[in-house]
């Protein structure tokens, strides 16, 4: 099966500039993961098709996968 991947924050450098993967039917978000090195305790949001999702989430033809790790810094305005 064929996934498309988005990348925001520092998840975004072990994407490497791809833009989808070919898994094997069964495979999870954590299948995911493991194919881009990304530690499985990584601090990471994560979406499939805008709907957020547990790691071990199954996926399926045509998926599309959010990786977004949490921002950090910047100031509260009262």
Request: glycine share 14%; hydrophobic share 45%; no cysteine.
């Given at each position: 099966m064929k996934?498309?991947?988005?990348?925001?924050?520092?998840?975004?450098?072990?994407?490497k500039g791809r833009r989808e993967l070919e898994l094997a039917d069964g495979a999870t978000v954590s299948t995911v993961l493991a194919e881009l090195g990304i530690s499985p305790t990584a601090?990471?949001?994560?979406?499939?098709?805008?709907?957020?999702?547990?790691?071990?989430?199954p996926l399926r033809d045509g998926d599309k996968v959010m990786l977004v790790t949490p921002m950090e810094?910047?100031?509260?305005?009262?």
């Open positions: 996934i498309a991947i988005s990348a925001f924050g520092d998840v975004d450098r072990h994407v601090q990471l949001t994560v979406g499939i098709n805008g709907q957020l999702v547990a790691l071990d989430s810094g910047g100031s509260a305005h009262a």
